[in-house]
């Protein structure tokens, strides 16, 4: 990706994702997650203080480098043990129905071919395996909307691949998984371009 994508946009998602308003969501968004879990776009581990003490691992899916190193000391403050464990959404290097649990945090709006990275959280989870997600897409209001899609083809440059526009319930529910609770808003502070999110748990078909 070159230096900008490899070591500056790390540290930019570092900084803007660890505010308040996302740690809130963090904490929201981690409650009730058990057992063996996959977290796919690990970032720099900005989700580590969240975890519930009934997580007993984490795999933690994750291309960038950078992203690893800046989660140094939240992974030494951990109290669940956590192991970069793929580098790939889009295949995971896991057997088929391991985990209790996944976690994404804004990340489905930048891996390339979402439906491969859902077909592949659909096999790794175990049948009945809660997906926790809190992601922004697709907003609700049709003005937002337009300039969404305007605005798109810059956020995709600026942002390493980042797109506006996708509806990641309806990507949710059309990869098969069952919506078990979503909240849809706009994030406060936020524009409502970036901030169109969508909090909740899909369930993995038995
Ligand atoms: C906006 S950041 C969010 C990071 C983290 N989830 C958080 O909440 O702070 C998107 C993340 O997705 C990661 N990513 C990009 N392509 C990916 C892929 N194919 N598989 C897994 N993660 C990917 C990026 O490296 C980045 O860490």
Known sequence: MGVYGDHVLPRIINGVCNMKVAREQRARVCEGLSGEVVEIGFGSGLNIPFYPAAVTSVDAVEPAD???KLARKRLD??????????LDGQSLPFGDDTFDAALSTWTMC???????ALRELRRVLKPGGRLHFVEHGLAPDPPVQRWQHRLE???KRVFGGCHLTRPIVDLLTGAGFTIAEVDVFYEEGA???????????AVSPD
């Open 153 to 155: 083809p810059v956020q």
């Open 66 to 68: 950078v992203g690893w």
């Open 191 to 201: 524009p409502k371009v970036v901030g169109a999110n969508s909090l909740g748990v």
């Open 110 to 116: 930048t891996i390339p071919d979402l439906d491969a």
């Open 77 to 86: 403050a951990a109290t669940v043990p956590v192991q970069r464990s793929g």
